[in-house]
């Protein structure tokens, strides 16, 4: 993946985006001629380039957090999986109604641990986008993940969870067949699952939709990601009934992993390379695969009972902290 913001850049990105790009038309300028050596200048650039990496991405608003959270060329948990699940084999279909793209489900290996894997796909192209519903999640993609979740119990296989999604789908159909019930049986079922289970944030953890693959053992957040009981532009709608004002409703939500982690709500942050996961695929990805290995290999040392009187305890006990403003 391209280190490169040639293609898209953030409004916040834009001055990065200007220097990087000069940088590469020199480069481009250095091959053609052969002779001309332009490295200071090259040099130079780069330099003003990481201390506005670091002045930039030191200063994220919850606005600017909420966009690089969303950002076209962060990785997906499609790419998550290909990458670091090996031999995975896929598992569709929630045997009532149909099979839901927009959640990825199927048995693999991480670092030699079999694993179940839960992701939601958010899709990259137009015609992928539509087929996985912009990674919102209808009734019968719940009913597949918590069918792969309760396969993984009976033979005692640890759940690993891809995050990434604005919400559940809200259309007519998803409400006939039971949204709200779909994901309120998994929040209930998966306090029962005897086995381990990891969920990791990659981009957007929006709501119950997040949720309903979310009652895990361990939360992770990545570190420009965000995770919340609802989207900027839902809440703006609700408290202003003006999506426009998202930003405003970002900042009051206070969006950020180490707000989350703060409040419980997740227990670690995976670093991501400065500027975020997309800048540098292989070290995010190197990142999300050495944390969720350290993770399982704790949860792998408890006992059943252990596992599901922890996860019990975790979620019973949010709520109960002192929030800072």
């Known amino acids: ?60 608003t919850p606005w600017d957090r909420v966009q690089l959270s969303r950002h076209p060329k962060r990785p997906h ?21 149909a099979n839901d793209p927009a959640i990825i489900t199927g048995f693999g290996y991480i670092g030699g641990t079999k694993v179940a894997v839960l992701g939601i796909e958010k899709g990259r192209k ?6 996985h519903n ?23 296989i640890p759940v690993v969870a891809f995050v990434d999604t604005p919400g559940a789908y809200p259309g007519i159909g998803a409400e006939e067949r039971g949204q709200s019930e779909a994901i309120a049986t998994n929040l209930a079922e998966m306090f029962d699952i005897k086995t381990p289970i990891l969920a990791c944030v990659i981009g ?29 532009e839902s809440c703006a709608s609700i408290l202003w009934a003006d999506p426009k004002m998202a930003e405003t409703a970002a900042n009051s939500l206070q969006l950020s992993p ?31 695969k050495s944390s969720i290995l350290e993770e399982l290999s704790k949860l792998n040392k408890l006992s059943v009972q252990e596992i599901l009187d922890g996860r019990f305890n975790k979620f019973r006990s949010m709520g109960n902290q002192t929030i800072t403003q």
């Open 204 to 232: 957007e953890g929006g709501s119950g939709g997040a949720l309903g693959i979310a009652i895990a053992d361990k939360v992770l957040m990545m570190e420009y990601s965000i995770y919340s009981v609802i989207s900027p």
């Open 258 to 288: 180490e707000k989350a982690l703060e409040l419980k709500v997740v227990d670690g942050i995976i670093p991501e390379p400065t500027g975020g996961a997309q800048r540098d695929w292989p070290v995010a990805m190197e990142s999300v």
């Open 1 to 60: 993946m391209s280190t490169l913001l040639n293609d898209f850049a953030l409004e916040f990105e834009k001055p990065l985006k200007d220097l990087e790009n000069q940088i590469q038309e020199l480069k481009e300028v250095t091959n053609k001629s052969g002779g001309v050596d332009l490295s200071k200048e090259i040099k130079t650039l780069q330099k003003r380039v990481d201390t506005l990496l670091k002045d930039i991405y030191g200063n994220l």
């Open 126 to 131: 137009t015609k992928e986008k539509v087929l």
């Open 77 to 97: 948990s499609k790419d998550y999986i290909e990458t670091i699940i090996d031999d995975f084999k896929e598992v569709k279909g929630d045997r009532r109604f």
């Open 134 to 156: 912009f990674g919102m999640p209808r009734p019968e993609g719940y009913r597949k993940a918590l069918r792969v979740m309760q396969t993984a119990s009976r033979f005692n």
